[in-house]
């Protein structure tokens, strides 16, 4: 009964700002930014096209032919000793179709047992891991379709949760014009097994965005809604071909960490992003609890360009 209480008490000031904006759900680590390049905009992207398998985690349908043999690992280190890290794999499958996997993670350090009159009972363990396979395929030009099957498992200290579940996306590009648009139902399912009796549901959304680049600046406009009536503004700049930076507000995140003195940077981010020959390195930061402001980093090696 005390370990209940001791990391469940724990989990909830550490992911208070995430349940507030989300209600009850399960496995909630995921609602936190899993790519730096969408970090640094906001959070969430559905709709930016850009060489960076991260982006597969906001978007299956953001998988395709170009991300051929990318190997990618993003970590955000998030309050305290608290982490959140992915690792992502894309290969081409023939000309038109895409396939990945991927596996992210969320570690909560060093944890303490306390009984009810504060004495020591031991270390407590806590993990959640999420198992990913993504999909995508050009349906015509313009159109993309993809989906990623989703495997969730919890541990916190032999208290077991999994959970099933799937994300849908669609994208439409138009190179030309830099212009896209992508949509995405995200954490579709439900937990199969529950930490006690009741099952909980998966903290799911739909989203839908949209990206515009100006035509004679390098310069790029995204704007997400979600269902949940989140809006997201993110502007990023691209000075070359190996070079970003960018910056982002997530009002409802701003909303839900608003207090009377202090967090006036709440709900905004910024990053930006490096490619060298075969390496490219984004990082981000941001504040996703009221306690602390978030570093991320991604890095990702382009394997094909190896010649492996």
């Known amino acids: 009964m005390y370990k209940k209480i001791s990391i ?39 709709s930016l096209i850009e060489n960076d398998v991260s982006l597969i985690y906001n ?22 000793d608290v982490g959140i890290g992915n690792v992502a794999f894309a290969k081409a499958a023939g000309e038109r179709s895409a396939w990945g996997v991927g596996v992210q993670y969320a570690h909560y350090g060093n944890l303490k047992e306390m009984s009810e009159d504060n004495v020591f009972l031991g270390d407590l363990t806590a993990k959640d891991l999420c198992a990913n396979v993504f999909y995508a395929h050009d349906l015509t030009e313009h159109i993309r379709g993809g989906i990623s099957g989703k495997f969730f498992y919890s541990d916190y200290n032999h208290n077991t949760a999994i959970g099933l579940g799937v994300d849908l996306g669609l994208s439409y590009y138009n190179a030309e014009k830099g212009f896209s648009i ?19 549901n998966l903290p799911w959304d739909i989203q839908l965005g949209l990206t515009k680049k100006l035509e004679n600046a390098p310069i790029r406009f995204s704007l997400t809604g979600t269902w949940k009536q989140n809006c997201i503004v993110g502007i990023d700049i691209l000075p070359s071909n190996n070079f ?60 094909s360009e190896m010649k492996l």
Not at 15 to 40: C, I, M, N, T
């Open 244 to 303: 970003w930076f960018g910056v982002g507000y997530n009002m409802k995140r701003a909303d839900a960490m608003h207090l009377a003195e202090g967090n006036k940077f709440g709900g905004f981010s910024a990053g930006a992003g490096l490619s060298i020959k075969a390496f490219d390195v984004s990082c981000a930061v941001g504040k996703y609890n009221v306690s602390a402001t978030s570093f991320m980093i991604s890095v990702s090696t382009f394997l």
């Open 59 to 80: 978007n299956p349908a953001l998988l395709g032919t170009e991300m051929d043999k990318t190997l990618n690992a993003s970590y955000l280190a998030y309050v305290a």
């Open 182 to 200: 992508g949509l995405a139902g995200k954490n579709i399912g439900r937990q199969i097994k529950a930490y006690e009796e009741e099952l909980a």
């Open 8 to 46: 469940g008490l724990l989990l909830a000031l550490i992911f208070a700002p995430v349940w507030a904006q989300e209600g009850k759900s399960s496995f909630d680590y995921l609602l936190l930014p899993h790519s730096a390049r969408a970090a640094a905009l906001g959070g969430d992207n559905v």
